[in-house]
Nanobody, 121 residues
Framework: VQLQASGGGLVQAGGSLRLSCAASRRTFGRYAVGWFRQAPGKEREFVST????????YYADSVKGRFTISRDNAKNTAYLQMNSLKPEDTAVYYC???????????????WGQGTLVTVSS
């Protein structure tokens, strides 16, 4: 499955953005989706994941309460709503798909190209 992440941009601290992850296949609903991010000079880190049906989600502590992951299988799209953004959220955000949800990159065999989120102070 091919993934296309979009929705990144420049936002002030405290602002919001919604990222989208569009999949190329109607079998999108068979995959769990994860969001990861990578800041300059740092390793890629887990942000959030959602299971195939969308009724189970999990978040990194750093974003819990501020970010919300969701999906619309009818539209082959997953979302990451990001509120109360902080400068430390600045990173390239990647969506990924795999058979099971998890916080490790090893769970995901398909990756999108990334979308840049920049949060100014």
């Amino acid at each position: 499955v091919q993934l296309q992440a979009s929705g990144g941009g420049l936002v002030q601290a405290g602002g919001s953005l919604r990222l989208s992850c569009a999949a190329s296949r109607r079998t999108f609903g068979r995959y769990a989706v994860g969001w990861f991010r990578q800041a300059p000079g740092k390793e890629r880190e887990f942000v959030s994941t959602i299971n195939r049906s969308g009724d189970s989600t999990y978040y990194a502590d750093s974003v819990k309460g501020r970010f919300t992951i969701s999906r619309d299988n009818a539209k082959n799209t997953a979302y990451l709503q990001m509120n109360s953004l902080k400068p430390e959220d600045t990173a390239v955000y990647y969506c990924a798909a795999g058979l099971d949800p998890g916080s490790s990159t090893a769970f995901y065999g398909y990756w999108g190209q990334g979308t840049l989120v920049t949060v100014s102070s």
